[in-house]
């Protein structure tokens, strides 16, 4: 057995205690002693010929004569808190050094010293660079690059031209585009045609989210933005061009944009104004919030997007003011997104989005809707509070791998899942007004409230693989297609009705729909297509191929009554109760001759259609089933006219299935003034489309031209007959009818102002007519509508300090109906907004922007007018890092939104409640390296 030696042990550890204590004071003894003075290096750029300072050179410091990098800056802007063309190192220890310097256009330039022990606290330089023999050519050929040019269906904007303020978005630089146009809800379009995809530098990023791209890319980082017809995955592996009506805008970034990550980190906290009938008066109520960032990774091939913002006012702020306006209602909102993309190895490249969000939103809405019946109309006014609450979560993923020169394979995949609760409490008045104009033949046909609880969960996922594989003869190509979706929804929910309904003697009844009903969906589709090129000739193409997609869908709903025996919801309610299934089976084949090259670049070509639809009705076991052959052409032209010019002639066709919800014969009780009823008669509908596009560019003048003409005629198209019920309830039934078409023009002038040095204008005009069917009362209603419209918009800066964007535009509408007795419809919609933002000295900026929206009357609708008055104050601290930021919104408390709008038989105005009066105050960070 051990025995330890105490005595022993314990004075080893005093002697290596002794030791240890003995070698620490040395070390700190050592570390006084040779203690220096820090030094703070400073210095300035400057022009070796002009003097003038240069400011954002790029300055490193390394210690000699390892040249180990301590550190790299970059001199002073001088209107963001720093002195122009100045830098600074601090606390520079003893030793020898050298700060090298570097500037576009300049060559570069070094200076090497030493920091003794007695130097002064600051030592201070001059570093004179000298400009580049050819960076004069540089500058001139810079100097005239257009504001846009145009290559074949691609039109490309010089990001230069139109200049934004310091931290503005992609979206703060697309609104100064001719014909390009964005709605409250950040949706854009290009003169009309809507925008559905966002790339950078020609590669995906920002899968399916617009707005992840346009709201938080700062614009300082692209050089151009090109806009161009979208293409399918077919269309890029075969190089032939397939028509769609979709556009995309690719953002070429800088050239010179460095490996790196920037972003923000923002936090807002304040309150809005609430009348206190208590306090006599307007009291502050606290916990208005925002706060999020986002960090943005860019290196080469890979590429990192990372967001996270909450608020609880609209989303109005997210690290800067945006012009979207207030949106609608009272909304909290919560939203984590990651974007990323990557080579994995030389032959696979992986594009990755996850995105979680949460909305709960409270809306109070007034609704007039006036509804044309021939002899009549029925006037109905809604007062509704709703209440959503919603979870999303989305997955995307592209893998594009090619093994070798000849062989490409693409697969995207998507994921949602979403939850939904709604809450609808309406209250409504319908009244039925004569044509004759006699008062006494007006009378309130209905009254009633509703209190419905809508839930849903909804699942889907997609898989599609593109194969592509080009032969040794150049232009000889196969590719194939294979993809599959799937959808389900539940959706339970609980309806409560009231109505009591009059007629023109003023004798009335009672309806009440008190049920609960559970409905669930199941959508799955799966398809295959292959097409085979071959060349004629260097430049032709003839292209086959055949395409087979099969659909399934499948609706069960069980609806029960409210037993006030048993006090259960226990009685089948056999109108609302159906259980449905449609199947349609879609098979293509088709042939087409295409050039691809030269001045005259056209497609010709045809395909035959056989399309099968079965519906069946398991409850009755009716059964329908359809049988349809189609042909459809397709011809496009493509004409460089030269000198910046060039003209796009496109035309084919397209079918649209019926839904689920189009050929369910089940009445939808949701809103009981409004029934919807489905059909499983209804037929295919083909739609014919035809495009005219002109673009010219004046490089010389930096003037532009955009004409667009588009226009379709459907037959079968799919429209409502709507049958008045007791007390001026309307059912709606799906119907197709022959006959409808419509057509849409836009012309854009772009030109600059004051010599393209103090901005850029554009001046647009629009107009449309279209040919509308519905039927009434079992009779046909043509609506005849006519729409004309224009804008002007104008962006300007004057020094990199004042900043101005205006735009005025104005659209009026008209519309006559067969039926003899309705009377004719109008709308007027006109819309100003003015954004300044101004650099004060001092680092400081204030900035304002103005929304006036007025709303013309209609009929019995009454006009309305609502101004948006958002504006700013902020100081730039830290070298321009940091920014302290006061904020107001909606100062002028307009509390309401108004939107009007026609639809075939109806003209209806929409007012929805605001935030209201919302004061922030904000820290924001904003990092890059």
Same mark, same amino acid.
């Given at each position: 057995?051990?025995?330890?030696n ?7 550890i ?7 204590g ?61 002195e ?7 606390k520079?220890?003893?030793g ?10 300049y ?58 303020? &310091? ?6 630089l ?36 617009? %707005? ?45 944009v460095?490996?790196?990550y ?6 807002? +906290? ?53 012009q ?45 809707r ?47 899942n ?39 969960m ?55 729909v ?126 460089d ?23 369910? &014969? ?26 005219? %596009? ?10 532009n ?35 409808? +078409? ?11 102002l ?108 009454p ?28 100062l ?38």
């Amino acid at each position: 057995m051990y025995t330890p030696n105490f005595p022993v042990t314990l004075s080893r550890i005093f002697c290596r205690s002794v030791r240890i204590g003995t070698i620490v004071i040395a070390l700190l003894t050592t570390c006084l002693a040779a203690r220096t003075q820090h030094v703070l290096v400073r210095g300035i750029v400057t022009d070796s010929l002009t003097g003038n300072v240069l400011a954002d050179a790029t300055v490193s410091l390394f210690a000699m004569p390892k040249k180990e990098l301590l550190g790299t800056k970059t001199s002073g802007r001088g209107n963001d808190g720093t002195e122009e063309g100045v830098f600074e190192f601090g606390k520079i220890a003893k030793g020898n050094y050298m700060v090298l310097v570097s500037y576009q256009g300049y060559a570069r330039d070094s200076v090497k010293f030493i920091v003794k022990e007695k130097d002064s606290a600051t030592m201070n330089f001059e570093i004179r660079m000298q400009l580049l023999e050819s960076s004069l050519l540089q500058v001139v050929v810079q100097a005239r690059i257009p504001p846009a040019i145009v290559k074949n269906d691609t039109i490309a904007f010089n990001a230069g031209s139109y200049p934004s303020p &310091p931290n503005s978005t992609v979206e703060d630089l697309l609104r100064k585009l001719p014909g390009v146009e964005i709605d409250k809800d950040g949706n854009v379009t290009m003169q009309g045609q809507k925008v559905d995809k966002i790339t950078i530098n020609g590669q995906e990023f920002f899968l399916n989210d617009l %707005r992840a791209a346009s709201q938080n890319l700062p614009a300082d980082l692209v050089a151009s933005v090109e806009v161009f017809d979208t293409h399918s995955e077919k269309a890029k592996m075969t190089g032939i061009k397939e028509n769609g009506k979709g556009k995309t805008i690719n953002l070429k970034l800088k050239k010179k944009v460095p490996a790196g990550y920037f972003g923000k980190a923002y936090i807002g +906290y304040g309150g809005s104004l609430k009348s206190n009938e208590r306090a006599g008066g307007t009291v502050v109520a606290l916990g208005s919030y925002s706060a999020g960032g986002n960090v943005t990774r860019l290196d080469g091939p890979t590429m990192v997007f990372l967001s996270g913002n909450t608020n609880n006012i609209n989303n109005q702020f997210t690290g800067s003011e945006h012009q979207n306006g207030a949106g609608v209602g009272v909304q909290t909102m919560n939203n984590l997104q990651l974007n990323y993309r990557d080579d994995w190895g030389k032959n696979l490249n992986a594009t990755i989005s996850a995105v979680r969000s949460y909305n709960n939103s409270t809306v109070n809405s007034q609704m007039s809707r006036q509804t044309a019946l021939g002899d009549s109309s029925i006037l109905q006014n809604n007062n509704t509070m709703t209440q959503n609450k919603s979870t999303n979560y989305n997955a995307y993923g592209i893998f594009d791998y090619k093994p070798d020169s000849t062989t490409h394979i693409n697969l995207q995949s998507t994921f949602s899942n979403t939850h939904t609760i709604n809450q609808i409490l309406n209250t409504v008045s319908i009244s039925t007004l004569k044509s004759t104009g006699r008062v006494g033949n007006n009378y309130i046909s209905s009254l009633g409230k509703t209190d419905n609880t809508l839930s849903g969960m909804d699942n889907s996922f997609s898989n599609t693989i593109d194969f592509s594989h080009s032969f040794p003869k150049k232009g000889r190509q196969f590719y194939m297609n294979i993809s599959q979706n799937y959808s389900s929804q539940d959706q339970p929910a609980s309806l409560y009705s009231l109505l009591k309904n009059f007629d023109s003697a003023g004798n009335s009844s009672i309806v009440l729909v008190n049920q609960q009903s559970t409905q669930k969906n199941t959508n799955s589709s799966y398809s295959g297509s292959a097409s085979y090129v071959e060349p004629v000739g260097s430049r032709h193409l003839l292209d086959f191929s055949y395409a087979f997609v099969r659909t399934n869908g499948h609706s069960d709903k069980e609806s029960f009554d409210y037993d006030s025996l048993s006090g259960e919801y226990d009685i089948p309610d056999s109108l609302s109760t159906n259980r449905f299934q449609n199947y349609s089976t879609v098979q293509t084949l088709a042939a087409g001759y295409n050039t691809t090259e030269g001045k005259y670049q056209f497609q010709i070509g045809f395909a035959g259609q056989l399309t099968i639809l079965d519906n069946l009705n398991l409850v009755t076991n009716q059964d329908l089933h359809q049988q349809t052959t189609n042909l459809n052409p397709r011809a496009s032209l493509l004409w460089d006219i030269g000198k910046g010019k060039n003209m796009y002639i496109t035309y084919f066709n397209y079918t649209s299935t019926p839904t689920t919800d189009q050929l369910q &014969p089940v009445p939808d009780l949701t809103n009981p003034y409004l029934i919807k009823l489905g059909n499983p008669d209804l037929r295919q509908q083909l739609t014919h489309y035809a495009s005219i %596009r002109y673009a010219a560019f004046n490089s010389k003048k930096s003037r532009n031209w955009q004409v667009f003409f588009i226009g379709d005629y459907a037959q079968n198209d799919i429209t409502t007959a709507s049958t008045v019920l007791s007390g001026g309830v309307q059912e709606i039934e799906y119907v197709n009818v022959q006959g409808v +078409y419509h057509g849409n023009g836009y012309l854009t002038y772009g030109f600059p102002l004051g010599g393209q040095k103090n901005g850029n204008a554009s001046l647009s005009v629009h107009g449309s007519y279209g040919h509308d069917i519905s039927l009434a009362g079992g009779l046909e209603n043509i609506a005849a509508n006519a729409g004309v419209g224009g804008s002007a918009s104008a962006n300007f800066h004057l020094k990199d300090k004042l900043f101005i964007d205006a735009r005025a535009e104005i659209n009026q509408t008209y519309t006559n109906y067969s039926l003899m007795g309705s009377p004719p419809g109008q709308t007027l919609n006109e819309n100003y907004v003015c954004n300044i933002t101004y650099q004060l000295p001092g680092a400081i900026t204030m900035a304002s922007y103005y929304n006036l929206q007025v709303v013309g009357s209609q009929a019995a609708l009454p006009s309305h007018s609502v101004s948006l008055w958002n504006t700013s104050i902020f100081k730039t601290i830290m070298k321009a890092h940091c920014e302290l930021r006061l904020s107001a919104y909606d100062l002028l408390n307009a509390a309401n939104s108004f939107t009007q709008t026609t639809g075939v038989n109806y003209t209806q105005t929409h007012k929805t409640n605001l935030q209201g009066r919302i004061f922030l105050f904000s820290v924001i960070y904003r990092f890059r390296k």
